[in-house]
């Protein structure tokens, strides 16, 4: 039964189990060799190791002394509640990662199914020298192979590469590094123990989410051929405002997604459910240097159903730089009304915000230092929403991303809904109109693997003469390409908003998964140069698989106790408006996402800036402990001694902000970087030759097609990009009914579907 709480729900576990949620099958193994598997394992065993005090069990534990296996235990037990948190905390250190089944599944699954080929390659053959005599003998020092050595000499050898001449080592350890701590925090049979973090929410109560229909195609050999008056592809925040206004015009739409809808009896799904079935690439797509992770929604409402709430809408100065471009729509009075627009209808709002202590930390940490700061509006249909599991989707439905507002409107307006279509270009006739979309279309019992007649894929032809793109900025441009548009604008000018995680670690019980992810900003820092680039500083949402994977392996030990305290820390993220791009472009082989970007040097020092303010914040707020995701940083340790009178002026603290100005601009290859928000690949503009689109979202050199997502901005937004995104999308779509003889509803505040 629930219990009241003041005004609150809250859930007693026992009330609400989500429904599992299938995931496909292991990709084949067979890509390395048993040896090479091997190899591979004893690296993860050293990441993160057994940890025992006698080296009677085998050769793959972390042996310590009996003095520091008494300490560990201490320090474990303290940050454990519960009476048998000593005996979790010895499994918690002996458990070992290569004898875990789940785990050895995630590692196999991340490698086959999302480490492109290249990757694939390049470690296959650091795992192939590691078991020869010359390459070994090259790579550690000794001709005995490195998975027969003990794990302490695997241990200094694996330290080693970190800093090594050889370029291959220090890409092998970054890789395996994070491949390790992703599959570990996924997998592991004792940490949400450790921590205390439950499965499901205790805050917030179920809902029944919208009853979406799909379109199912039966089998068949032939080409299936479905008529519509606009085919939109994808089904995330510039889909779902369109999908609506279109609808709602009289004119037959269809929304085909590649991925695949669940309800909210689904959610939250579990880490690994929901990296593969919510996220793009199982979870996140690396670089090409390995600097930059990068997270993107890949479900039914896209980037939506998966983000933090944050709905803020685009400041003047980004407005003012855009129009400068020749695009003066984005001063005008019509942008400002969809934005108004969108927000109403999601019941965007500050008022029900009640804060976590994570954001409370952000917040009173900015009040005492003086920092600007605000409350971050949040789109919950003008309700309290005091949740942060939801970025593997909202139970409560609390959160009115497109699943629970557009894309409901747009479904009571008749639009058709498709999932599992994969779109493999767009079809044009001779005048570059385009006059529909070709795909492939997998049943969800195909896409898990399943057998039977349910087991269907298909070709499958939506001819329409108006195409709308809104696969977001990493997917538009390349199926622009594959449609054999040349721009050479197409995947350039990518922003990130890159991010630099950094962690505070309180005494206290904090239980930071508790509460809404992200209600607070400090805008101090968003205007560094004097041209609108700086950082924002903002809170991450506190779920162990977002969170631990970021900060820096040193050895197992370490690792594994710092990760025990992340249910007394709270969080950072260093959201930069990056002036300097990269781009996206199909990977030779197989076609899939590559991304080229490195963070520049100009935003990486806005990044240390925002870094020492957030070290500030949190002294201030009385933090113990404060840690970053840049390996050279050791973390900062308050003194004993320690005299609160002189605040921030502590030498200490002092000390270590200097050490850090001094490593400025930070060494990309030395740190973990992330981003959540991909921008500007496909980029508005007057010409081009700048530009991927025209003033009204139109392709350049077609007559009919448009983009609508975030790929579509001219530079980087500098706010998290909900809001403009479907402003955009609101404005450009009621552009193109207008140009059919059609009108569109001005729409309706916020309702309770």
Known sequence: MGIIMGAEYVLSTSDYTPKETPIPPLP??????????????????????????SAKWSNNDKIISPSKWDSAISRLTSLMPGPNAAETAKQYLQENVSFNPVFRAHVQRILGDNVHEEGRKGLGFILNALNSRAGSFLATGSITPIHLQSLEFREKVFQGWDTSRW????????????????????????????????????????????????????????????????????????????????????????????????????????????????FENGGAINSDDGSMMVIAGSTFGGGGTVNWSASLQTQAYVRQEWADTGLPFFTSSEFQRSLDRVCNRMGVNTGKIKHSRGNNVIRQGAHKLGYAARAVPQNTGNAGHYCGHCTYGCASCGKKGPAESFLADAAKAGTVFIEGYQADKILFDKSMVPIGVEGTWKSRD??????????????????????????????????????????????????????MVSSAVFEETIRPWEGAALTAIVNEFENLDGH?????????????????????????????????????????????????????????????CRIEYTVSPFDR??????????????????????????????????????DPLKGINEPSLQDWISDLR???????????????????????????????????????????????DTSVFPSSSGVNPMVTTMAIADWASRNIAHSLGKSCSEGKGFSRL
């Open 28 to 53: 084949d193994a067979s890509f390395f060799s048993d040896a090479q598997w091997e190899t591979l394992f004893s690296l993860t065993d050293t990441i993160i190791p057994s940890i025992r005090t």
């Open 167 to 278: 370029s291959a080592l220090r890409a092998v350890y970054r890789a395996l590094t994070g491949i390790a701590k992703k599959s570990w925090v996924m997998s592991s049979p004792t940490i949400n123990q450790v921590l205390g973090f439950p499965h499901i929410p205790i805050h917030g109560k179920p809902a029944d989410s919208f009853p979406y229909k799909f379109l199912q195609i039966p089998p068949g050999n032939d080409v299936d051929i479905i008529l519509a008056d606009i085919v939109i592809v994808g089904s995330g925040c510039g889909a779902g405002i369109t999908a609506k206004n279109l609808a709602e015009a009289g004119l037959r739409v269809i929304v085909v997604e590649k991925s695949y809808s669940y309800t909210s009896a689904h959610f939250p799904m579990r880490a690994n459910e929901a990296g593969i079935n919510m």
């Open 662 to 708: 001094r490593k400025s601009p930070l060494n990309p290859e030395r740190a973990v970087f992330a981003s959540a928000h991909q921008m500007g690949t496909c980029r508005m503009g007057t010409s081009p030759k700048t530009s991927v689109v025209d003033p009204s979202c139109q392709v350049w050199g077609t007559e009919g097609l448009y983009v609508l």
């Open 446 to 499: 195909s896409y898990l693997g399943n057998t039977g007649s349910g087991c269907t894929q298909r070709k499958v032809i939506i001819k329409a003469p108006r195409v709308v793109v809104s696969c977001g900025a990493l997917q538009s441009p390349l199926l622009l390409l594959r449609s054999g548009l040349k721009n050479d604008q197409i995947g350039k000018n990518l922003h990130l908003h890159p991010c």
């Open 532 to 592: 609108g680039h700086g950082v924002k500083i903002e809170a991450l949402s506190m779920m162990p698989s977002f969170f631990l994977p970021l900060f820096p392996w040193r050895d197992g030990l370490d690792y594994k106790l710092w990760a025990a305290a992340m249910s007394h820390s709270t969080s950072f993220i260093t959201l930069t408006r990056d002036r300097d791009g990269g781009r996206v472009y199909p990977d030779p082989t197989d076609g899939r």
């Open 605 to 642: 020092r806005h990044i240390v800036t925002a870094m020492i303010a957030c070290a500030k914040i949190a002294y201030i707020t009385g933090a113990k402990e404060f840690h970053t995701g840049y390996r050279d940083i050791p973390p900062y340790i308050r003194p004993d001694n320690f």
